[in-house]
């Protein structure tokens, strides 16, 4: 049995300017940091002469062709794997839609197995590019590039998205005592809900393709806050990166009025009165996690409970994907 392991993710800035629509005209900057929250992927040879497909359904198929879930039929195909005695599971640490990355990691996570399983060896960021040529390319989905790299490299990690479609990748550069700091004073609560990232992100993918004025503007700015967010943490501004990252939220805001709805607005605002120096939906919005820089996490963790938002918490991994058997 071959098991895959990948971490999830949380944006730290910059989130919006690694869609293909957007860096493409004027390259794309974002950090992003992988959590200890994963994806599995198991696959087996079984002695039955069929595939057998298993998510939050369970697939019985005779070829690679018939299989209905697109990213494994898609995955399978770009790695030439057409036995059919097959068994593949995933499970996820966490439920999709909720902002984590979670589709990009599915992804990266299964064809990391798949290549085991052919005996390949493949880069880091080669695995994020077929990724992202399954999801993009193939399948023709809105989405960024972020997920996929930071779930294939882990850690801290700055990802720059050049016009002509490379991506370079480089470990931010903190002292331990900030590096300490952030994990401890960075929580994440869960909305309760969840939601398509795709038909939100469609909306932002249109307007830029469009060169729409207000669109490209907004993301010009959170690039560029995207790169003092990366100075902040360098420097050990922990106070600073907070209020950047509210800012980076107000901005946000204004690329959809899906992004979010008036339970989030009121859960953010009480956070900020209650110890939050700032914050910001993770992922495309719409629901899924909030996440805050505080200096006060017993008074915002309290203030949380009080409105039902549960906590997870989390350290971040530096392994990326892995093969754990």
């Keep these: 049995m071959i098991i895959a392991r990948i971490p999830l993710r949380i944006s730290l800035g910059g989130g919006g300017t690694d869609l293909p629509s957007f860096y493409a005209n004027h390259g794309g900057l974002l950090i992003a940091a992988a959590i200890d929250k994963y994806v599995y992927i198991t696959i087996h040879q079984t002695f039955i002469d069929e ?101 294939s490299y882990g850690g801290i990690t700055c990802f720059e998205f050049h016009p002509e479609g490379d991506v370079t990748a480089w470990p931010i550069n903190i002292s331990g005592e900030t590096f300490y700091n952030l994990e401890d004073n960075l929580l994440l609560f869960f909305t309760g809900y969840s939601r398509s990232a795709s038909s939100i992100l469609k909306e932002q993918d249109e307007k830029s393709r469009n060169d729409d004025k207000g669109m490209v503007e907004n993301l010009h700015y959170v690039k560029e806050l995207g790169y003092r967010i990366c100075e902040a943490l360098e420097t050990g501004e922990l106070h600073t990166f907070g209020n950047l990252m509210n800012e980076h939220w107000q901005h946000k805001k204004e690329r959809s009025g899906k992004m979010s709805n008036n339970a989030i607005d009121g859960w953010y605002d009480l956070a900020l009165k209650n110890g939050a120096i700032g914050g910001k939906l993770i992922g495309a919005g719409g629901g899924g996690f909030l996440m805050f820089y505080t200096e006060e996490k017993t008074k915002l963790r309290h203030a949380m409970r009080q409105v039902g938002l549960t906590e997870v918490r989390f350290k971040f991994d530096f392994e990326g994907t892995k093969i754990v058997v």
């Design 51 to 151: 595939m057998i497909i298993k998510y939050s359904q369970m697939e019985r198929v005779a070829s690679v062709d018939q299989i209905k879930h697109p990213i494994i039929r898609e995955a399978l195909s770009l790695t030439d794997i057409a036995e059919t005695n097959l068994e593949i599971t995933s499970m996820a640490d966490i439920p999709a839609g909720t902002g984590l990355g979670s589709s990009g990691s599915f992804t990266t996570a299964l064809l990391k197995a798949l290549h085991h399983y052919r005996k390949n060896l493949v880069h880091p960021r080669e695995l994020a590019e077929q990724a992202c040529h399954i999801e993009i390319d193939r399948l023709n989905e809105p989405i960024g590039k972020q997920d996929q790299y930071i779930a």
